[in-house]
């Protein structure tokens, strides 16, 4: 990396605003000012704010593609004024197409594509756009606004109606000085992060906080403040039995594209790679670009958590310049105060430090990090789709007077976990029931006995139902619409950016999305084994590579509460007042901790979580030192 650009290049850029604003613009100006310095962690390279009648943008930006002053922020063009977090990847062609409609650019960015594709189609060209954002463009000759979400939602947008504006960030600590008097807990989306270790959309934690759907618009009339409902502009393509399904040579082809065209940037570009079959064959394609490619893997000093090895042995075959960084766990739990501080709303998937110290690692030789992430969606990789998920509607058969009977095994070694899912489904009755305690850390039956009180309002229920195809297409489409935007999608976003680094992900890209969702057989055929992403990836790597055994990356958070998190976890959790939840259900499974329960020690650490984030976040406080 040149010298002059690692000076100044620290983090992926952030929007921010305040709109329908009834005070003079020069007020707005000052406090959209105020959320963009939250976000200057996201994009130091350059900033600026733009205020008129009725609303206030900003920005922070991390300069990926035209390096120069023609690509800042807020960006005007005749009565269009944008800002824009992400990147599109067929700007080429866009440019090209809206220079023929008579356009004229000063520069070189795709941001500034962007803007006149809106002045020439309006929110119609969302759907044109490959690519990932969160962004706002004011017509201030028509004296509305619109707010719009990339196609998976990687990139978050939060939205905040209060006092009669509406407020947008790229994170919600840009909006917490602001509005920390007027926000509430919302005890529904309480609930749903304790069973799914995430905050499920379009809720936010706080009551008055909301997140903008993935693939949606919203038009704000600058007046009124009103908005309707957000605009869907984009859905996962539906079954078509009458198409033919992919060859793994079609699907190495459409990755070979979408991996291409990730690498145009002019800042240097790496991959993380942790031997895996979607790393390594995004890797393998990067490759086939150029013959200079970096690569990063963590490794863990306890064998249970390392497959580092995996990593350097597709490395050392496909001749990438590798790094390894190894982590025992106490010094991977030095990082726990830097994850909470950058996740500002709980978030309890642990492997998420392991992210963010890869991250890290990558940050220190390239701006951008190709990942695999979206392989196992949409090719069906999850080990979940073997089990209670693949045979949800048979638990639908099942005489809900048997529940008791199996809940008796819970505690069982090695089949207890897999009996109380069971009991859990057949107690419930339904089949996306069955899969929504397939994939809870806190199911059910402990859910309520947690927070009794605790309404829930769970899409992933809605949507399974919803969801076309065979049962394991259903559980891919659903985990496509959940699980990867509100957990992975955001625990990468999250982590890459606390470094300074821009994520990018070809497996998500339209083409590839559209081979897997028409092949969605083969995942029928071989649940949890990605049997097409595999053969594809046999093409370029040997059989040896390919055939190894899946691993989760994670970190050792249940060792942890037994042992250096013991003492924070009695003072924050399992002492104190039932104010939010019951403490004696918490400390009775921490008796099932102390005998081993690696689902308590799942269930502990999303307590654990969001207490940390509750005394930081809503009570300021700052967090506790943790040394190895």
Same mark, same amino acid.
């Given at each position: 990396?040149?010298?002059?650009?690692?000076?100044?290049?620290?983090?992926?850029?952030?929007?921010?605003?305040?709109?329908?604003?009834?005070?003079?613009?020069?007020?707005?100006?000052?406090?959209?000012?105020?959320?963009?310095?939250?976000?200057?962690?996201?994009?130091?390279?350059?900033?600026?704010?733009?205020?008129?009648?009725?609303?206030?943008?900003?920005?922070?930006?991390?300069?990926?593609?035209?390096?120069?002053?023609?690509?800042?922020?807020?960006?005007?063009?005749?009565?269009?004024?944008?800002?824009?977090?992400?990147?599109?990847? *067929?700007?080429?062609?866009? +440019?090209?197409?809206?220079?023929?409609?008579?356009?004229?650019?000063?520069?070189?960015?795709?941001?500034?594509?962007?803007?006149?594709?809106?002045?020439?189609?309006?929110?119609?060209?969302?759907?044109?756009?490959?690519?990932?954002?969160? !962004?706002?463009?004011?017509?201030?000759?028509?004296?509305?606004?619109? !707010?719009?979400?990339?196609?998976?939602?990687?990139?978050?947008?939060?939205?905040?109606?209060?006092?009669?504006?509406?407020?947008?960030?790229?994170?919600?600590?840009?909006?917490?000085?602001?509005?920390?008097?007027? /926000?509430?807990?919302?005890?529904?989306?309480?609930?749903?992060?304790?069973?799914?270790?995430?905050?499920?959309?379009?809720?936010?934690?706080?009551?008055?906080?909301?997140?903008?759907?993935?693939?949606?618009?919203?038009?704000?009339?600058?007046?009124?403040?009103?908005?309707?409902?957000?605009?869907?502009?984009?859905?996962?393509? %539906?079954?078509?039995?009458?198409?033919?399904?992919?060859?793994?040579?079609?699907?190495?082809?459409?990755?070979?594209?979408?991996?291409?065209?990730?690498?145009? &940037?002019?800042?240097?570009?790496?991959?993380?790679?942790?031997?895996?079959?979607?790393?390594?064959?995004?890797?393998?394609?990067?490759?086939?670009?150029?013959?200079?490619?970096?690569?990063?893997?963590?490794?863990?000093?306890?064998?249970?958590?390392?497959?580092?090895?995996? %990593?350097?042995?597709? $490395?050392?075959?496909?001749?990438?310049?590798?790094?390894?960084?190894?982590?025992?766990?106490?010094?991977?739990?030095?990082?726990?105060?830097?994850?909470?501080?950058?996740?500002?709303?709980?978030?309890?998937?642990?492997? %998420?430090?392991?992210?963010?110290?890869?991250?890290?690692?990558?940050?220190?030789? /390239?701006?951008?990090?190709?990942?695999?992430?979206?392989?196992?969606?949409?090719?069906?990789?999850?080990? +979940?789709?073997?089990?209670?998920?693949?045979?949800?509607?048979?638990?639908?058969?099942?005489?809900?007077?048997? %529940?008791?009977?199996?809940?008796?095994?819970?505690?069982?070694?090695?089949?207890?976990?897999?009996?109380?899912?069971? $009991?859990?489904?057949?107690?419930?009755?339904? @089949?996306?029931?069955?899969?929504?305690?397939?994939?809870?850390?806190?199911?059910?039956?402990?859910?309520?006995?947690?927070?009794?009180? @605790?309404?829930?309002?769970?899409?992933?229920?809605?949507?399974?139902? &919803?969801?076309?195809?065979?049962?394991?297409?259903?559980?891919?489409?659903?985990?496509?619409?959940?699980?990867?935007?509100?957990?992975?999608?955001?625990? /990468?976003?999250?982590?890459?950016?606390?470094?300074?680094?821009?994520?990018? *992900?070809?497996?998500?890209?339209?083409?590839?999305?559209?081979?897997?969702?028409?092949?969605?057989?083969?995942?029928?055929?071989?649940?949890?084994?990605?049997?097409?992403? =595999?053969?594809?990836? =046999?093409?370029?790597?040997?059989?040896?590579?390919?055939?190894?055994?899946?691993?989760?990356?994670?970190?050792?958070?249940?060792?942890?509460?037994?042992?250096?998190?013991?003492?924070?976890?009695?003072?924050?959790?399992?002492?104190?007042?039932?104010?939010?939840?019951?403490?004696?259900?918490?400390?009775? /499974?921490?008796?099932?901790? $102390?005998?081993?329960?690696?689902?308590?020690?799942?269930?502990?650490?999303?307590?654990?979580?969001?207490?940390?984030?509750?005394?930081?976040?809503?009570?300021?406080?700052?967090?506790?030192?943790?040394? @190895?």
């Amino acid at each position: 990396m040149p010298t002059a650009l690692a000076a100044t290049v620290r983090s992926v850029c952030g929007v921010a605003g305040i709109l329908a604003w009834s005070r003079p613009a020069a007020d707005g100006e000052r406090e959209v000012a105020q959320m963009v310095d939250a976000l200057h962690h996201r994009g130091p390279d350059d900033g600026g704010v733009a205020a008129g009648d009725g609303w206030a943008i900003g920005m922070r930006r991390l300069a990926i593609i035209d390096l120069s002053a023609a690509g800042h922020q807020p960006m005007a063009s005749g009565d269009h004024v944008l800002v824009f977090n992400g990147e599109v990847y *067929n700007f080429a062609e866009l +440019r090209e197409e809206l220079a023929a409609l008579g356009h004229t650019f000063r520069g070189g960015s795709d941001t500034e594509v962007v803007l006149e594709a809106f002045r020439e189609w309006g929110p119609a060209a969302l759907d044109r756009f490959n690519g990932f954002f969160a !962004l706002c463009v004011v017509d201030t000759r028509r004296r509305v606004a619109w !707010l719009a979400r990339d196609r998976f939602g990687k990139k978050p947008l939060f939205l905040a109606r209060l006092r009669g504006r509406l407020l947008f960030a790229s994170e919600l600590k840009a909006m917490l000085p602001l509005c920390r008097d007027e /926000v509430t807990l919302d005890r529904a989306a309480l609930a749903g992060y304790l069973r799914y270790q995430y905050v499920p959309g379009p809720s936010s934690i706080l009551r008055e906080v909301e997140k903008l759907p993935p693939a949606s618009w919203l038009e704000v009339d600058l007046e009124t403040g009103q908005t309707g409902e957000p605009q869907i502009y984009w859905q996962p393509p %539906a079954p078509d039995a009458s198409l033919p399904a992919a060859t793994p040579g079609e699907v190495l082809d459409v990755v070979r594209e979408a991996t291409a065209r990730r690498m145009v &940037a002019d800042v240097p570009v790496g991959a993380f790679l942790s031997g895996g079959t979607d790393s390594s064959l995004v890797v393998a394609c990067m490759r086939d670009a150029s013959e200079d490619v970096r690569t990063f893997a963590i490794g863990f000093r306890e064998g249970t958590y390392d497959e580092s090895g995996y %990593a350097a042995a597709v $490395a050392q075959h496909l001749g990438t310049r590798h790094a390894t960084f190894t982590l025992s766990g106490d010094e991977t739990l030095k990082a726990l105060p830097a994850f909470v501080e950058a996740f500002d709303e709980p978030f309890a998937d642990s492997s %998420a430090i392991a992210t963010y110290a890869v991250a890290r690692l990558a940050r220190q030789h /390239v701006t951008v990090a190709l990942t695999g992430d979206g392989g196992d969606e949409l090719f069906g990789g999850y080990t +979940r789709y073997q089990g209670v998920g693949a045979r949800a509607e048979q638990i639908e058969r099942v005489p809900r007077a048997a %529940a008791p009977v199996l809940a008796l095994g819970r505690h069982l070694p090695r089949v207890g976990p897999r009996l109380d899912v069971l $009991a859990s489904a057949v107690r419930l009755g339904t @089949a996306a029931a069955a899969y929504r305690e397939t994939v809870s850390i806190w199911r059910t039956p402990d859910l309520r006995r947690l927070v009794p009180d @605790a309404p829930e309002h769970d899409a992933l229920l809605d949507t399974f139902d &919803a969801a076309a195809g065979g049962p394991v297409e259903r559980l891919m489409r659903c985990d496509i619409a959940t699980y990867l935007v509100d957990d992975i999608l955001q625990k /990468v976003d999250r982590a890459t950016m606390a470094v300074s680094l821009e994520a990018r *992900n070809p497996l998500l890209d339209p083409a590839v999305v559209a081979v897997a969702l028409r092949s969605t057989e083969y995942a029928e055929e071989g649940p949890g084994r990605k049997p097409l992403l =595999r053969d594809a990836l =046999r093409l370029v790597l040997p059989d040896a590579l390919v055939d190894r055994p899946k691993m989760g990356f994670t970190v050792p958070h249940t060792a942890w509460l037994r042992g250096e998190l013991k003492d924070l976890l009695h003072d924050l959790v399992l002492s104190g007042p039932d104010e939010l939840y019951r403490r004696s259900t918490a400390r009775k /499974v921490n008796r099932r901790l $102390a005998g081993g329960s690696r689902l308590a020690g799942h269930q502990l650490w999303c307590l654990l979580v969001f207490e940390l984030w509750r005394d930081h976040w809503l009570r300021g406080r700052p967090l506790p030192a943790l040394a @190895a």
